[in-house]
């Protein structure tokens, strides 16, 4: 199976954009990236996910690197309400893949 | 309702008691997924419905574990004969489409301490 690698933790200052990086060297031509995050106490809840282009909406971005090996989820104007654990999850359409979470990366956001 | 809704919230159990949780999904929503997240980890995949059909039931962690769907709505996972290592968040998903096509959304768990 593909796997991720995310940092452990971040921190950013409130009301700056916020670059979460995800690395996925042995992606594959039909793994789609997935973005969820989960906040204190909550589900997991859905972010974004994009196969091979940049993709935008109205919570992130998804910047996806040309050779697919890395990508950067945006967050464009972090607020207080953004601090939790952001996973990068890679899923096969062609195999029908689950969505396999791993530690993902603890966002603070400092005020 | 407007979201995937989950019940109890909280359960607390005695070693060796059955217990049974409820995920209510997203009208309409074909798919319905249980994960199990102990704390500090990630949330792990325990198995996955498409309508009735128990299509991948790979993450049960043993045989005690048991998951329905009988008319392809609402979901129960039964845990029989609960041991101390079963306690963790409960979260069920249901999505309008298959494993990775779409977006699956996520109820707020169901916390089971086991005593």
């Known amino acids: 199976d593909a796997k991720t690698t995310q940092p452990n933790s971040m921190e950013s200052n409130e009301e700056e954009p916020v670059h979460l990086p995800c690395n996925h060297s042995t992606i594959s031509g039909t793994d789609y990236i997935h973005w969820y995050r989960q906040l204190p106490s909550q589900g997991p809840e859905y972010v974004i996910h994009?196969?091979?282009s940049n993709v935008n909406n109205r919570m992130a971005s998804l910047a996806i690197a040309e050779d697919r090996k890395s990508s950067t989820l945006i967050l464009h104007r972090a607020t207080l309400r953004d601090a939790a654990v952001y996973y990068c999850?890679?899923?096969?359409?062609?195999?029908?893949?689950?969505?396999?979470f791993g530690k993902g990366t603890r966002l603070h956001i400092l005020p | 309702g407007a979201g995937v809704s989950q019940s109890p919230r909280y359960k607390v159990a005695k070693r060796g008691q059955d217990v049974a949780l409820r995920c209510d999904p997203i009208?309409?929503?074909?798919?319905l997924f249980w994960y199990q997240q102990a704390l500090g980890q990630g949330p792990e995949f325990l198995t996955y419905f498409q309508n009735e059909a128990q299509l991948d039931k790979s993450g049960l962690p043993s045989d005690r574990f048991f998951a329905e769907r009988p008319e392809g709505s609402v979901s129960t996972l039964k845990i029989q004969r609960t041991q101390q290592e079963d306690s963790a968040v409960y979260l069920c998903?249901?999505?309008?489409?298959?494993?990775?096509?779409?977006?699956?959304?996520f109820g707020e768990g169901s916390r089971l301490t086991v005593l």
């Open positions: 994009g196969l091979t």
């Open positions: 009208s309409g929503h074909v798919s």
């Open positions: 999850i890679l899923s096969d359409w062609n195999r029908d893949d689950k969505i396999i």
């Open positions: 998903a249901s999505s309008s489409t298959g494993f990775d096509t779409g977006e699956l959304f």
